[in-house]
Nanobody, 117 residues
């Protein structure tokens, strides 16, 4: 079973930046799609950004233009560069990888991002 390990979360001031990483225990090219999700207290988990094995990228409207998803196929790592962070970006961020045969995919343990002055 694949392991996904997120890192890079922390406390940042509004307007600041963070880069999240998600290291996979096997080739990320085995996933049909990988994505970053987030869950704020009292809210449902929501998709932030995703990238398909073919390189198609999708962003939630609330982060478009501020966040950028990318991957390193050699390091088997998925990234999320987050710029111009806002208080409403505060959440636990999760990495997900789904193969062609899966419906829900595999999840990492999450990393906390807190945007506060």
């Amino acid at each position: 079973q694949v392991q996904l390990v997120e890192s890079g979360g922390g406390l940042v001031q509004p307007g600041g930046s963070l880069r999240l990483s998600c290291a996979a225990s096997r080739s990320i090219l085995t996933f049909a799609v990988m994505g970053w999700y987030r869950q704020a207290p009292g809210k449902q988990r929501e998709l932030v950004a995703s990238i398909t094995v073919g390189g198609n990228i999708n962003y939630a409207g609330s982060v478009s233009g501020r966040f950028a998803i990318s991957r390193d196929n050699v390091k088997n790592t998925l990234y999320l560069q987050m710029n111009s962070l806002k208080a409403e970006d505060t959440a636990v961020y999760y990495c997900n990888g789904r193969t062609f045969s899966q419906t829900s995919g595999s999840w990492g343990q999450g990393t906390q991002v807190t945007v506060s002055s």
